[in-house]
Each structure stands twice: as C-alpha cells, then as structure tokens.
C-alpha cells in the first residue's frame, strides 16, 4: 500500500511558524488532507484537498503539495496549536484512504 | 454543525463479537456516506469501512473484511459496526466520520471515539 512518511515530532516557539511535511512517492499528484487531533480529543480535518481551508480553521492553516513531499505550515503558533498531525490520502492501489504515522507539534 | 456520538465500546474476548453504533444529530445524516475508522497507539490512524448514504455500497479495509459489516439505519440516524470474530489487534479506540464522497474522500466531522479492548 502507499506509504506517508511524516516526521515523529517538532518543537517550535510561540509566534513563529511551523513546517509539518508528509513524504510519498510522487504524492504531489494526490490530494492531501492535514488532521489536528489535541490531546484526548478527536481529530480535526484543518486542510483538504492540498490547500483548502474548511470553515472555522484559522487563516493560519496553510497547505501545499509538489513533488514527494506535502506540507503543512502554521503560521504564528499559538499554545492550543500543541497537538498531533495526520496527513492522509487516497491509495489508488488498494482503493482506500491511508494515513502517515502522525507528527507530534510541541510549542515551547 | 452537528455531533457524532459513539458508544458501544467495552472488554471482549477474543473470538467474541461487539456492535458499535454511532448517533448523528444537528445535520441531514442521510446525505453524508459515513465511515469508520480506528487509532491504535502503536499503528497510529487506520481506516476500517465506509458505507454509502443509502446504505447500498460498502467497502472494508482487507484487515477486517469477512468480520466487520457496516451498516446504518437513516430513519434512526445511526451509523452501525458489527465486529465478529474479534482479535487483540483490533483494540482500537473507533471513531466515527462523515466522509464528502463514496471514493477519493477526506473525513470531514469525527465522534468522540469508543474504545474497544479484545483481551483475555
């Protein structure tokens, strides 16, 4: 099945700007969603399709997709921002959805 | 917005069987296809099985085809997962999800998740 590689965790400093990428072979002809899930919660979708904001999810949630790699960004991150990230796509091998391994985002 | 409310979770052995059912509300339930999907601490998100709005397609991640059956009742609005012949590796929390389409989807509004444990 398709593979989404996704760095284990990332530490960055109130107010500046985070990168959260996802790897995969040629992933830039697939569309990706990014997924926040806080602590104990349920996850949330805060970008579809590559780069689309779904309502409510701040301007700060950015995304974008070339090559082997998707990226997340979030822009001048906040403490409620600390949370696990999910990149996610379509396999058209298998016919399903697969999910990278997660990221987990400490802000310091 | 709406809500998904899960329940159904709780001990099983294995071998044994649970249903699982998921409960919408503040949205037109029978417009959405829905979906299940699990999260282990170990395998991090996985899928499990999608259904159409009416109910008349199903698929299922190969890892639980033959044991699991989805299924949803729209007059109750209620989303279902009957899990048969249950294995430690499907100790899962289990969420439920609306998905924008039957195929090439994303998940767009989760439950809060039922865990289940299949243990001995």
């Known amino acids: 099945s398709y593979v989404l590689t996704q760095p284990p965790s990332l530490s960055v400093a109130p107010g500046k700007t985070a990168r959260i990428t996802c790897g995969g072979n040629n992933i830039g002809t697939k569309s990706v969603h990014w997924y926040q899930q806080r602590p104990g919660q349920a996850p949330v979708l805060v970008i579809c399709y590559d780069s689309d904001r779904p309502s409510g999810i701040p301007e700060r949630f950015s995304g974008s997709n070339s090559g082997n790699t998707a990226t997340l960004t979030i822009s001048r991150v906040e403490a409620g921002d600390e949370a696990d990230y999910y990149c996610?796509?379509?396999?058209?091998?298998?016919?399903?959805?697969?999910f990278g391994g997660g990221s987990k985002l400490t802000v310091l | 917005e709406g809500q998904l409310l899960e329940s159904g979770g709780g001990v099983v052995q294995p071998g044994g069987s649970l249903r699982l059912s998921c409960a919408a509300s503040g949205f037109t339930f029978s417009t959405y296809a829905m979906s299940w999907v699990r999260q282990t601490p170990g395998k991090g998100l996985e899928w499990v099985s999608v259904i159409s709005n009416s109910g008349g397609r199903t698929f299922y991640a190969d890892s639980v085809k033959g044991r699991f059956t989805i299924s949803r009742d729209n007059s109750k609005n209620t989303l279902y997962l009957q899990m048969n012949s249950l294995r430690v590796e499907d100790t899962a929390v289990y969420y439920c999800?609306?998905?924008?389409?039957?195929?090439?989807?994303?998940?767009?509004?989760w439950g809060q998740g039922t865990l289940v444990t299949v243990s001995s």
């Open positions: 996610q796509v379509w396999d058209n091998i298998s016919n399903y959805p697969v």
């Open positions: 999800a609306t998905v924008n389409q039957l195929l090439m989807y994303y998940f767009g509004k």
